[in-house]
T-cell receptor, first 115, second 111 residues
Framework: GAVVSQHPSWVICKSGTSVKIECRSLDFQATTMFWYRQFPKQSLMLMATSNEGSKATYEQGVEKDKFLINHASLTLSTLTVTSAHPEDSSFYIC???????????FGEGSWLTVV | GEDVEQSLFLSVREGDSSVINCTYTDSSSTYLYWYKQEPGAGLQLLTYIFSNMDMKQDQRLTVLLNKKDKHLSLRIADTQTGDSAIYFCAESYSSASKIIFGSGTRLSIRP
């Protein structure tokens, strides 16, 4: 079946550095991907909608210069957390929309810890 | 606007039925979902229902939709310890639109 892969699953980075998280659709093309953030014991909050070949659409309150999203191909979207701070530590989950089936598949998430 | 609300906790005895409730505000929601998240893990789509349906049953799961009241419920029959998780109610306008999640209901099972 369709699979969405996120990499890395776990990452620890130092405060002030940047970290990139990949979201890859493995056996389908995805013109649209979504990025969510989930703080411990909280719900998933939509951060942005990533469209292949165009700029991402960010939700209100999400800093586009801090959370850089690049959707350069039909199978890959990346989220880069720039100048990471401890408060950016969270679980980041992506989802991808199948271009043919109009179905959304979620990745397994990436844990980011900023120390 | 879009808002999905759920109670935060539910505790049931093993073998009983669990009923998790959810309300949403967006009347244009077409798809309503129930996701399960186990500790430290990603999301598992349990079931979904279209807004033109009243009920959907899938093995131990029964989803009821009251579109007039914008109320959705998930009933888990014969609740087992493996059902312990957080259950998220969610909605979207279409199958390819962004999905808006509720706060999640933490289901705990007592012996």
């Amino acid at each position: 079946g369709a699979v969405v892969s996120q990499h890395p699953s776990w990452v620890i980075c130092k405060s002030g550095t940047s970290v990139k998280i990949e979201c890859r659709s493995l056996d389908f093309q995805a013109t649209t991907m979504f990025w969510y953030r989930q703080f411990p014991k909280q719900s998933l909050m939509l951060m942005a909608t990533s469209n292949e070949g165009s700029k991402a659409t960010y939700e209100q309150g999400v800093e586009k210069d801090k959370f850089l999203i690049n959707h350069a191909s039909l199978t890959l979207s990346t989220l880069t957390v720039t100048s990471a701070h401890p408060e950016d530590s969270s679980f980041y989950i992506c989802s991808a929309v199948s271009s043919s089936g109009n179905t959304i598949y979620f990745g397994e998430g990436s844990w980011l810890t900023v120390v | 606007g879009e808002d999905v609300e759920q109670s935060l906790f539910l505790s049931v005895r093993e073998g009983d039925s669990s009923v998790i409730n959810c309300t949403y505000t967006d009347s244009s929601s077409t798809y309503l979902y129930w996701y399960k998240q186990e500790p430290g893990a990603g999301l598992q789509l349990l079931t979904y229902i279209f807004s033109n349906m009243d009920m959907k049953q899938d093995q131990r799961l029964t989803v009821l939709l009251n579109k007039k009241d914008k109320h959705l419920s998930l009933r888990i029959a014969d609740t087992q310890t493996g059902d312990s998780a957080i259950y998220f109610c969610a909605e979207s306008y279409s199958s390819a639109s962004k999905i808006i999640f509720g706060s999640g209901t933490r289901l705990s099972i007592r012996p």
